[in-house]
């Protein structure tokens, strides 16, 4: 099963693409993820986009892409979170895979810029936290499991900067919903994340 998961930033995506990915037993690829941990000749190029909001160069995303589907783990199938973010990359996609499903989370815009200005995560353990909501850690700014200083993503910090990804998203990301209207399940990503989780397994077994 092939799935590209799509919804703004803060939308939940990339915590219910972990998930269902455990449950499905596929790799969860996080585009944003492969681009953060770059370390190529365009590193500098990608780390400036991604400060201001904006999407990496096409072909150079393709070319990551590509190459993390053609590894082993991806061959019985994939969970696509941030990929892809506008039609022509739909387009080139689907010229290396085939998708299945489209799961469209959708959050009202009011609660994706409070869910991203509030992460937080442990640079040591990946432990991720939200200082708005039940996540929040015990003791501010320190890691519940080892007592580390949390950090912060600078693209989180900014509301400015939150905005602008979001009119990216708006502009760019949500016409592929219409290129895939076919494939695409909608799922509320404004509810407790195991529910949210319990709807996508029904609705992709569902066909």
Known sequence: MNLIFVGPQGSGKGTYGKMISEK???????MGDLLRNYNGKHKDEIQALMKAGKLGPLALTLEIIKERLSESDAKKGFILDGFPRNLEQARELDKIAK???????E?????????????????K????????????PKVSG???????????????ADINVIKARLQVYHSET??????????????????????????????????
Do not use: M
């Open 24 to 30: 499905l037993c596929v790799p969860h690829i996080s």
């Open 174 to 207: 949500e016409p592929i919903l219409d290129y895939y209207t076919k494939k695409v399940i909608v799922i509320n990503g404004d509810q407790h994340k195991d529910k949210a989780v319990e709807d996508i397994l029904n609705k992709v077994r569902k066909g």
């Open 107 to 123: 959050v009202p815009e009011d609660l994706t810029i409070k869910r991203l200005n509030g992460r937080w995560s442990c640079p």
């Open 99 to 105: 998708v299945d499903k489209v799961i469209d989370i």
């Open 142 to 156: 320190i890691c519940d499991k080892d007592g580390e200083k949390l950090v912060q993503r600078a693209d989180d």
């Open 125 to 136: 353990c990946g432990t991720p936290y939200n200082i708005y909501f039940d996540d929040k």
